[in-house]
């Protein structure tokens, strides 16, 4: 017997009571006791996301809620800037190709966040630009991005600033309108602790005005249609909601509620730092040279070791699923994810196995040196 | 306590086996685990569609699917005709012209099946059609159209048949191969008794031509991105596919393939024809006047009753839920599905349950008739 760890980046692990939430009996989506679950969903998605405007919801991936962002705002030759720190900052910049939009990227090396200053420079020299898309957590690196930095570059020049959050919200601060971002999409699967297969959008009034000009078709990603049938006087979705998932959600999040969404950020901030702390006492070197997220650590391999084979080793030997490098840094790093239903002995189990695995891979590792890096920590925040 | 009941053409009632299934232990979804499930899942949809192509799956409900199918086979300008004998007809139409292709659009009054002669002088007269459009089961008027006569109309003029068989699949007979169909797109929550949230697409080889040529954007819809992703080493789905519904749905799929695919199809051609000879029985009449499906069936309420009427007392009494008239139809139909799990005895307990609703609404009803006219059809069919 050997249990279950999903230390990813997501999909994250899913508490019993929401998995069994799935399994309550199939409601329709047209029926009023589907319509309860629609509209508790939406209020607490607007206390997450910390809005009073309107958010929609789509069955698709966190992908399909950035698309949607795309197709929504904008149209055909419209210039935009695309942050990008990562391998998902550059899928931004290809969904926006994609649609024909003239995209100016920003790219910064593999490992360091954005700064704001470059925005500012780019968007005086390009001051047709529309929109700004940004990445707040990009977990093929760990790095993380100070969005509310970003909404003083972008708010004042009235230019939309477009947040994929799919790994952020919930891990680390956000504030939709105080920080004046425009659009924020995120989905179920990482802190919200649900599986994936439900993805959402704040939206803001300068986003909606957006909407009203943007050229680009649109039927499933409308925001328009999700609006409309919300705003029926039975609210609805436009198209059938995958509706076990959305029941499920609703139960993550009034989990979420229950911990208060400061108290959700303090504990990943803790077991991030704990993380980082645990694995530098391990010896090991982390990726990323700033911007810590709190959802992701990424780390160097030990001189000589493929991250892959430690991957490998710790899901074949202890059933620890962690993630290796994405893209370019396949191999180059490995990823521990802390986001989600995680808590201090996750963490602790993780560098246990993380330090018994680079042991069998010959590396030379202080067993327990990891786990108690991170039980000082611990005990010190509790201090 | 009143025990729920889900009559209508989906989402369906889900087994308690794949209601549990949802309730596993998260998996992610680029570990082997999924990959597993992810081929199976493939190998059972292929037998399912009648093709030895390729099919690929969406995080989406059956409308992602539908649009999938104009933004990969298309260019704007295209010509295409959408043959509409209902709600749905008239949704891919609405799909196909957001995308900016030229629409001719054939549709029938609600209630009957299409005519392939009058596709054959559509394409004769527009030679320059590239794809043709049709619903195959509508579950908005319970017509089903002829597939196979279709496909003889558009095969040997090169021209694309693209099928939304969303509630038709798994309720009746579908070859994609041998009736020469190009896309056929379907979904999780009908025939298939697995909760929404999953879409699928069968693509011919002369789509997959079409896929090369076309010119409009496409990311999160992209069949070509299914299909490389499908084609690594390890199988995978381009974005984080919904992995509780798709472990749900294997498990469904098992249940098709047990209970085996002709005998699906009887099962359900027999819960129709019992549903309609049991309301007839009880003297109403049927909407569609021909072309009956086998996954719903629509019903005219008795004169001076309102259809929303009889769903609302069928529900709140009686805790079954049918489906009322969509659009145009609100209040003039209703609906009662016999689609997904569903046996001879939820036919006759929604149809007695309607005779006492009736008889409550003040309808003069002969309580019981409904039921004998199932029962009949039933004993019948058993020899």
Redesign the interface.
């Known amino acids: 017997m050997q249990k279950?760890y999903?230390m990813?980046p997501?999909?994250?692990?899913?508490p019993?009571d929401v998995?069994?939430a799935?399994?309550?009996?199939?409601?329709?989506?047209?029926?009023p006791a589907y319509t309860e679950v629609l509209r508790e969903i939406t209020a607490r998605l607007k206390k997450v996301l910390g809005t009073e405007g309107d958010v929609v919801i789509?069955?698709?991936?966190?992908?399909?809620a950035m698309?949607s962002s795309v197709v929504n705002l904008f149209s055909p030759g419209d210039k935009v800037v695309v942050i990008s720190v990562g391998y998902f900052g550059d899928r931004y910049a290809?969904?926006a190709e994609?649609?024909?939009l003239q995209v100016i990227k920003l790219s910064y090396p593999r490992g360091s966040p954005a700064d704001p200053l470059d925005l500012e420079k780019t968007l005086e020299s390009h001051p047709e630009t529309k929109g700004v898309f940004i990445t707040h957590l990009d977990t093929s690196t760990g790095v993380e991005n100070d969005l509310e930095a970003f909404g003083q570059v972008t708010n004042p020049r009235n230019v939309a600033l477009i947040v994929d959050s799919i790994s952020g919200l919930g891990s680390s601060p956000l504030y939709l309108d105080a920080w004046n971002l425009d659009v924020v999409v995120s989905?179920s699967?990482k802190a919200f602790m649900t599986?994936?297969?439900i993805a959402f959008a704040g939206i803001s009034s300068r986003a909606w005005n957006m909407v009203e000009r943007s050229r680009l078709?649109?039927?499933?990603w409308s925001y328009q249609k999700s609006k409309d049938a919300y705003n029926k006087p039975i609210p609805q979705n436009p198209?059938?909601?995958?509706?076990?998932?959305l029941v499920a959600f609703n139960e993550a999040l009034k989990m979420v509620e229950k911990e208060g969404l400061e108290n959700m950020w303090s504990r990943h901030r803790l077991l991030a730092e704990a993380t980082r702390a645990g694995l530098r006492a391990m010896g090991l070197k982390l990726f990323a040279t700033g911007g810590w997220g709190n959802g992701v650590t990424s780390v160097l391999p030990p001189e000589g070791v493929d991250g892959g084979k430690i991957v490998r080793m710790m899901?074949e030997e202890f059933g620890i699923?962690i993630?290796g490098g994405q893209g370019d840094l396949k191999g180059k790093i490995f990823r521990i994810g802390h986001l989600g239903y995680v808590d201090r002995l996750d963490i602790i189990l993780t560098l246990a196995a993380l330090e018994m695995t680079l042991a069998r891979l010959g590396v030379e590792v202080e067993l327990g040196s990891g786990v108690r890096g991170t039980q000082e920590v611990f005990l010190k925040a509790e201090g």
């Not at 997501?10 to 899913?14: F, K, Q």
């Not at 799935?22 to 029926?31: E, F, K, T, V, Y």
């Not at 789509?58 to 399909?64: I, Q, R, Y």
């Not at 078709?217 to 499933?220: D, I, M, Q, T």
């Open positions: 279950k999903l990813t997501g999909p994250t692990s899913v019993t998995l069994l799935q399994a309550r009996d199939m409601i329709h989506h047209r029926a789509f069955g698709s991936s966190g992908t399909g698309e290809a969904i994609e649609f024909g989905g699967q599986p994936p297969g078709p649109k039927f499933y198209f059938t909601p995958p509706v076990s998932l899901r699923t993630a």
